[in-house]
């Protein structure tokens, strides 16, 4: 099993639908969660953090955290042709590990 | 405030040479990382840099080799290079090593022929 499983994809929606991106990994003891998104031959941009069970809104886009299931998801709402990319999920431990484990990422087509 | 820079761009080398990697960290940021992605995969760590010592490595062989210097900035060099070699190569800063809120450069793309 893969530490950090993604479905590659590709995800594809049309113009002002909601993409729903998920996530899932293997070591309970991860603390903090990461989305990046990566444009075509470009390097990956932060664009949410989750640390706690639950939501986080950040203008079209929310995180979603359960560590019960050991799942993380990002929505996508009203989305646009803009978003086409790749979405990188991320996995940190802090612990003595204190490394950051990557999924191999989603690739969403936002279709006009 | 200035983002993270790396150099150069584009390289094309040829199998056995060795090739030499810079980036400038973020101002403030004192961590470095450094990350292989071949096409449609995802980063792969090399290492990380923090306060100008090595400070966690992935699978890579020793002919990955780095370096931070005091001002943070930092080198990734690769001795003997095979054509696997060829990949996008990151490198991300952060402040401190308890984070992975990282801030990528435009990256280096290797081309080993």
């Known amino acids: 099993q893969k530490e950090v499983e993604q479905n590659s994809g590709p995800l594809s929606v049309p113009e002002g639908a909601i993409a729903s991106l998920n996530c899932t990994y293997s070591?309970?003891?991860?603390?903090?969660f990461f989305w990046y998104r990566q444009y075509s031959g470009k390097s990956p941009e932060l664009i949410m953090s989750i640390y706690s069970n639950g939501d986080k809104e950040d203008g079209r886009f929310t995180a979603q955290l359960n560590k019960a299931s050991q799942y993380v998801s990002l929505l996508i709402r009203d989305s646009q042709p803009s978003d086409s990319a790749t979405y990188l999920c991320?996995?940190?431990?802090?612990?003595?590990?204190?490394?950051?484990?990557w999924g191999l990422g989603t690739s969403l087509a936002v279709n006009p | 405030e200035t983002g993270v820079t790396q150099s150069p761009t584009h390289l094309i080398k040829t199998r056995g040479q060795q090739v030499t990697l810079r980036c400038s960290s973020q101002s403030g940021h004192n961590t470095v990382s450094w990350y292989q992605q071949a096409l449609g995969q995802g980063p792969q760590f090399i290492f990380q840099?923090?306060?100008?010592?090595?400070?966690g490595r992935g699978n890579f062989p020793p002919r990955f080799s780095g370096l931070q210097f005091p001002n943070y900035s930092s080198e990734l060099n690769v001795n003997a290079l095979e054509l696997d070699d060829s990949a996008l190569y990151l490198c991300a800063s952060n402040l401190g090593l308890n984070t992975g809120e990282l801030f990528f450069g435009e990256g280096s793309r290797l081309t080993v022929l």
């Open positions: 991320a996995v940190f431990n802090a612990g003595n590990n204190r490394k950051l484990i």
């Open positions: 070591d309970r003891v991860s603390q903090s």
């Open positions: 840099y923090y306060r100008e010592e090595e400070n």
